[in-house]
């Protein structure tokens, strides 16, 4: 009898085991990332207002996450104002029921933004304007925490005539009712027309609640000199 128990539990494992194969093997294929392609590039469009391309996108079962390889972002006139080698979304499983989909946290992995500061401030208030929309599928998206890993930025401000630059960029944002953000960089250059070419890196950390802001740490590095 303990011989057929220990028979019927291995036959059990081998089988979540094949199931479980199979089901990363699906998830990864071409067919899922087409399908997912289908669903998300639509609603990437919507939020962004831009033209988005995604080389592959993939479902991730342990721990539960979308990734996306190679993510454009094009504006009106077709020129790439942003690329992603990677994004990953990972989702609570507790807002599926609800009809929420909430993404616990969104990484970006070397991203790399090139574009004037007017066209991502458009961004930002598209993106801004599609999570607070009330969508008719009564579907809503949350956000909890933004990442950036290993980021290069690089900004023309029409306005003042400067440019700003990023590079080694890491960041942190947590959207909630006390929100938080940190950011450093390895490289910091601005340009500006009448002004002397400035260089250095930064290490900056801020909370948010209600209309109170609190530095939590502020160190800027400019030319051998350190700031705090």
């Not at 079962?61 to 790439?80: H, S, T, V």
């Amino acid at each position: 009898m303990g011989d057929l128990k220990k028979i019927i539990t291995r036959s059990y494992l081998i089988v979540i085991a094949f199931v479980i194969v199979v089901a990363i093997f699906f998830l990864n294929g071409p067919h899922i990332s087409n399908f997912l392609k289908k669903i998300i590039l639509p609603e990437l469009e919507m939020a962004t207002g831009k033209g988005v391309f995604v080389k592959k996108i993939h479902i991730n079962i342990f721990p539960l996450f979308i990734e996306a390889k190679g993510l454009k972002i094009f504006d009106d006139d077709g020129e790439m104002i942003i690329f992603t080698k990677k994004v990953k979304a990972y989702i609570e499983l507790s807002g599926l029921l609800s009809r929420n989909i909430i993404i616990r946290r969104l990484v970006f992995k070397e991203a790399d933004v090139t574009a004037d500061k007017e066209k991502i401030d458009e961004i930002t208030g598209n993106i801004s304007s599609y999570l607070l929309k009330e969508r008719d599928t009564s579907l809503k998206v949350k956000i909890k925490t933004v990442e950036i890993k290993q980021g290069k930025v690089n900004l023309k401000d029409k306005g003042t005539n400067s440019i700003f630059k990023l590079d080694g960029f890491n960041g942190e944002v947590i959207l909630d009712k006390i929100q938080k953000f940190s950011a450093s960089a390895q490289k910091i250059s601005i340009k500006k027309e009448g002004w002397p070419e400035i260089h250095g890196d930064d290490d900056i950390s801020i909370t948010l609640q209600d209309k109170d802001v609190q530095i939590n740490k502020f160190v800027v590095r400019y030319s051998g000199t350190r700031i705090t």
